[in-house]
């Protein structure tokens, strides 16, 4: 059974720092990758690591955010700094045993979340 939980979400002012983390049960995946989804707004792309080392990023976050893998734990991480209160939605965790996708329709499983809220 595929389960990816996150944790490391919470509350902190513009200019912090966060760390989430993904736990991955039951799967070895070839992509994973963060998304985010705002109040009202669309899933979006956040930062994604494919094998061992190819990683992306969106511009939105590129410099402030860092995505790293730990195989021998399985666990997916989101190093996040320099927040700004754009940054505030729900986070999640996704895998896909293929090529890395931005478009979140390609990935089949998913985390609950967790949530980022940033004040200013």
């Known amino acids: 059974q595929v389960q990816l939980v996150e944790s490391g979400g919470g509350s902190v002012q513009a200019g912090g720092s966060l760390r989430l983390s993904c736990a991955a049960y039951?799967?070895?995946?070839?992509?994973m990758a963060w998304f985010r989804q705002g109040p009202g707004k669309e899933r979006q792309d956040v930062a994604s690591?494919?094998?061992?080392?190819?990683?992306t990023y969106a511009d939105s976050v590129k410099g402030r955010f860092t995505i790293s893998k730990d195989n021998a734990k399985n666990t997916l991480y989101l190093q996040m700094n320099s927040l700004k209160p754009e940054d505030t939605a729900m986070y999640y965790c996704?895998?896909?045993?293929?090529?890395?996708?931005?478009?979140?329709?390609?990935?089949?499983?998913w985390g609950r979340g967790t949530q980022v809220t940033v004040s200013s």
């Open positions: 996704a895998a896909r045993w293929a090529g890395c996708s931005r478009d979140y329709r390609a990935f089949g499983h």
């Open positions: 690591i494919e094998g061992s080392d190819l990683t």
């Open positions: 039951g799967y070895t995946s070839y992509c």
